[in-house]
């Protein structure tokens, strides 16, 4: 498929499934914006990129911080005027049995799993529905639909349910994926 001109933002784009993804639709010719935690993890990702480093942009950003997610897409809006794909990789894993879990756990666990993507979608989704086409893709571990790992299941299901939930009145031009 060509992309060429188009714009996407995956968060977790700097692990092993969201650096895949990243690199891919590179190649593919689209323009890539990375929210990220860990600063060498983004070096290896911008390094990687090689010819199509002027495609790829990225900044340090807490998703779970709803200022800091709005600060990064509309800083992505403005450099690139548009945003095409929302890729929504990022997320967490706590192993553990649910019962044995702590409440700090539990709640961390939503954060990343759930809150990320809500706030994702959030500050992507008006800009989306304003130029009428946007495609909002969100990625889990099938660990967590089988309730695996301490907060998981919860959260991994509540974002599955959640990607559906986001198809609101106004979005109907919006294409939402579950994954």
Known sequence: MDFDNHVAVVTGGTGALGSTVTLNLLASGCRVAVPYLNSEDWGQLDEQAGSRRGELWGAK???????????????????????????????????????????????????????????????????????????????????????????????????????GAFAAPGAADLVFVRA
């Open 61 to 163: 950003v807490d998703l779970t911080d709803g200022d800091a997610v709005r600060v990064f897409t509309s800083q992505v809006a403005e450099r690139w005027g548009r945003m095409d794909f929302l890729i929504c990789i990022a997320g967490g894993f706590a192993a553990g049995k649910t019962h044995e879990t702590s409440e700090e756990t539990w709640d961390r666990m939503f954060d990343l799993n759930l809150k990320s993507l809500f706030l994702a979608v959030r500050s992507v989704a008006p800009m989306m529905i304003r130029q009428g086409y946007g495609c909002i893709i969100t990625i889990s571990s099938g660990a967590i639909l089988r309730g695996g790992g301490a907060g998981m299941a919860g959260a991994g299901g509540a974002a599955a349910f959640a990607s």
